[in-house]
């Protein structure tokens, strides 16, 4: 049957509407079920051909189109191979055969014979633990914090060159980055592609390299870096600082720093969510007869009004006073817990004005044992 009498969509089971996606799954479900290392039947191997013939031309925007329009690709798929596509790198264990499907069909996307250049490596990220008081946490704090990195080399400015001349095409692959091989099997002519040992796939190779980071493109050094702590800010919050982390390799994007944020203990506030807590102590008289103390905050001191007979534990709230909540504008509240504090020690008169009231309460002997 020639070429341009074969519907490749029907052979995918795929409608015309199909993205590459789709073509990519439907050949790796095909093939690895007709593969006839894996499918014994006789017409595995015919049929296997036609699901590499059909993704070879659905899976390129130039001979899809060109399909489409004219129900031919211009090119002959012959009996003894498949249109000069590439089926590379062949390293996954699918099936005991160790053909990779998603390296074979990345050349029908990238028209097969085309140059692959090695990615170039993102920089690492970088973690950075900052303990902070309570008081920052609540309402915020920039800190400079100093990190050792790798960053892009100022001489060569991350090329690893001494100068761009020195940066040149590579004769083994002809900058293509990529060394094709082509060998006859019982399934036709297979050219397998692997990546140029010489210039590992970037196509290009330093001729001389900076003598400032051996021709790394990066060095290490110490970066003073500013951060912004937010006001609300909980134990554990994480901070990422985009491009703040190590040197990409060779012109590759820098990883990111995070900064774990740890809140100390505080020796006077306990938190809880956006709530803080504190326990102070009132005299017996204040308790007693109502009065104005002052209490502490994260902010300063700040008066809180206690009413005649408090007793102790009363817990008293103080609104808005507690710490902003990171996501919204809300404010927590302040807890004042009183407790009710008695002198261990009494003049003369004191005992005697307490003893009064004593027998004005009608009370016998409440505070005997008490003053002595």
Known sequence: MPAKEKDY?????????????????????????????????PDAAEKFKEINEAAAVLGDDQKRAQYDQYGTTGEQFQQGGFGGFDFSDFMSDIGGMGFDFDSIFENFFGGGQGQRSRRRQ???????????????????????????????CGKCNGRGAESASDIVTCHECN???????????????????????????????????????????????TRSIEVRVPEGAVDGTNLRMQ?????????????????????????????????????????????????????????????????????????????G???PDLHSHHKGDQHVEAYITVPDKLNKKQKQLLEEFEKESGKKGLFKGVFG
Do not use: W
């Not at 079920?33 to 499918?39: A, E, F, G, K």
């Not at 990409?248 to 956006?274: Q, S």
């Open 122 to 152: 993102r920089g690492s990220d970088l973690r950075y633990d900052l303990g902070i008081e309570m008081e920052d946490a609540a309402f915020g704090a920039t800190r400079t914090i100093n990190i050792p990195r790798l960053e892009e």
């Open 321 to 323: 006073l507690g710490i």
């Open 243 to 319: 491009g703040e982390g190590q040197a990409g390799e060779k012109g590759a994007p820098a990883g990111d720093l995070y900064v774990v944020v740890h809140v100390k203990p505080h020796n006077v506030f306990e938190r809880h969510g956006n709530d803080v807590y504190v326990k102070i102590p009132i005299p017996f008289t204040i308790a007693a007869l109502g009065g104005e103390i002052e209490v502490p905050t994260l902010k300063g001191k700040a008066s809180l009004k206690i009413p005649a007979g408090t007793q102790s534990s009363t817990i008293f709230r103080m609104k």
């Open 9 to 41: 969509y029907k052979i995918l089971g795929i409608g015309k509407s199909s993205t590459k996606e789709d073509v990519k799954a439907a050949y790796k479900r095909l093939a690895k079920q007709y593969h006839p290392d894996l499918n014994k039947s």
């Open 175 to 221: 900058g293509r980055g990529v060394s094709t091989k082509t060998q006859r099997t019982p399934f036709g002519l297979f050219s397998t592609t692997t990546t140029c040992r010489k210039c590992r796939g970037e196509g290009k190779y330093i001729k001389n390299a900076c003598n400032e980071c051996d021709g790394r493109g990066f060095a290490r050094k």
